[in-house]
T-cell receptor, first 111, second 112 residues
Framework: DADVTQTPRNRITKTGKRIMLECSQTKGHDRMYWYRQDPGLGLRLIYYSFDVKDINKGEISDGYSVSRQAQAKFSLSLESAIPNQTALYFC??????????FGDGTRLSIL | GESVGLHLPTLSVQEGDNSIINCAYSNSASDYFIWYKQESGKGPQFIIDIRSNMDKRQGQRVTVLLNKTVKHLSLQIAATQPGDSAVYFCAENILNDYKLSFGAGTTVTVRA
């Protein structure tokens, strides 16, 4: 079983729709992250959370929101999706001073 | 702009040869570096890491070299295999900080 599970794996939707991407982990890590990956670019950080009551913006948070429902769950929402949010989205977890571990991603297409 | 970058976007390697993937970083305060491998349809997978108090670290078939003087990082893969075909990313971090900065990646293709 995967340690970091993302759902859905693929999603196609229309401009203006609300989208929620889910992430759950069994690694027991306090820290969770959401990244976006575009072709030819490295991963860019959207939001991160160091524990259940902690939410922080990353470098590209505009147009996104997150919710840390429990230590093991961290969801990313697009309140009103737009085409330039078409990308691969990755969730990651880590313990302090340890490498981040990634899920297998959600491929999101916004028409 | 990016603080971490790879010198070449693509690398073609003959099966059995050694691969060297290079990465330059610009933040002299970075003290922790990670190499990730990303296969098609999957998330980045941790390969090896190195802290700034070291200049070399070895894993199974992989070696990471760190040159802090010129802010350069490299990943060496010994006896490259078809399963090594993937995109490789370097990432830098200030230890225990949240921010992991990624380069754009090098696509490695292994020729049979």
């Amino acid at each position: 079983d995967a340690d970091v599970t993302q759902t859905p794996r693929n999603r196609i939707t229309k401009t203006g729709k609300r989208i929620m991407l889910e992430c759950s982990q069994t690694k027991g890590h306090d820290r969770m992250y959401w990244y976006r990956q575009d072709p030819g670019l490295g991963l860019r950080l959207i939001y991160y959370s160091f524990d259940v009551k902690d939410i922080n913006k990353g470098e590209i948070s505009d147009g996104y929101s997150v919710s840390r429902q429990a230590q093991a769950k961290f969801s990313l929402s697009l309140e009103s999706a737009i085409p330039n949010q078409t990308a691969l989205y990755f969730c990651a977890t880590s313990a302090p001073s340890q490498p981040q571990h990634f899920g297998d991603g959600t491929r999101l297409s916004i028409l | 702009g990016e603080s971490v970058g790879l010198h070449l976007p693509t690398l073609s390697v003959q099966e059995g040869d050694n691969s060297i993937i290079n990465c330059a970083y610009s933040n002299s305060a970075s003290d922790y570096f990670i190499w990730y491998k990303q296969e098609s349809g999957k998330g980045p997978q941790f390969i090896i890491d190195i802290r700034s108090n070291m200049d070399k670290r070895q894993g199974q078939r992989v070696t990471v070299l760190l040159n802090k003087t010129v802010k350069h990082l490299s990943l060496q893969i010994a006896a490259t295999q078809p399963g090594d075909s993937a995109v490789y990313f370097c990432a830098e971090n200030i230890l225990n900080d949240y921010k992991l900065s990624f380069g754009a990646g090098t696509t490695v293709t292994v020729r049979a």
